[in-house]
């Protein structure tokens, strides 16, 4: 089975506190992405990636940034934590580009104060 | 913006009532997939449809693709508890899949 596993399952941060999400997968897929998940909203792309070291802007990539240095391995990135960040963050893994299905991890979920 | 719409966003059934989830594109999709939430979950795979017209059957699951493939349907007959979730659809549009706001699934025994 597929395993996505995301560092922590709930954080507390404070305002202007930066702020890492980490995501590893074991399953050696090529592409991994970043959503919010937000009531009425459903889930949105912050950022994904479909190779090491690359990464492209999603719907809503203000206030975030990516890192990808292994293959594994998708870190999420608030530089300067917000209240509109609060959030459940999920990250998701697919074998490669546009196809199959997504397999997302537990989620974290991020309160900033 | 938001490109895939679902409707409606709660629905609350008796038990062994159905119950059919929307979504709606306003652009022509490639192909769209279906995920269900747990309450305390995540998202999990159910489907992916990718013809014109298509429609796959998992159990009780029914799932369609519209014939000019912007919209698609999940019928779920004589639901049951362990149907209690979010559904949700995923639209691809060009090279991105778009995912809808949710349908979420009460079932009271």
């Known amino acids: 089975d597929v395993k996505v596993t995301q560092s922590s399952r709930y954080l507390v941060k404070r305002t202007g506190e930066k702020v890492f999400l980490e995501c590893v997968q074991d399953m050696d897929h090529e592409n991994m992405f970043w959503y919010r998940q937000d009531p009425g909203l459903g889930l949105r792309l912050i950022y994904f990636?479909?190779?090491?070291?690359?990464?492209e802007k999603g719907d809503i990539p203000e206030g975030y940034s990516v890192s990808r240095e292994k293959k594994e391995r998708f870190s999420l990135i608030l530089e300067s934590a917000s209240t509109n960040q609060t959030s459940m963050y999920l990250c998701?893994?697919?074998?490669?580009?546009?196809?199959?299905?997504?397999?997302f991890g537990e989620g974290s979920r991020l309160t900033v104060l | 913006g938001q490109q895939v719409m679902q409707i409606p966003q709660y629905q609350h059934v008796q038990e062994g009532e159905d119950f059919t989830t929307y979504c709606n594109s306003s652009t022509t999709l490639s192909n769209i997939q279906w995920y269900k939430q747990r309450p305390g979950g995540h998202p999990v795979f159910l489907i992916q449809l990718v013809k014109s017209g298509e429609v796959k059957k998992q159990k009780r699951l029914t799932f369609q693709f519209g014939e000019a493939k912007k919209n698609s349907s999940l019928h779920i007959t004589a639901t049951q508890t362990t149907d209690v979730g979010t559904y949700f659809c995923?639209?691809?549009?060009?090279?991105?899949?778009?995912f809808g706001t949710g349908t979420s699934l009460t079932v009271i025994p």
């Open positions: 998701a893994s697919r074998r490669a580009q546009n196809t199959g299905e997504l397999f």
């Open positions: 995923a639209g691809r549009v060009g090279n991105q899949f778009y």
């Open positions: 990636s479909y190779d090491v070291k690359m990464k």
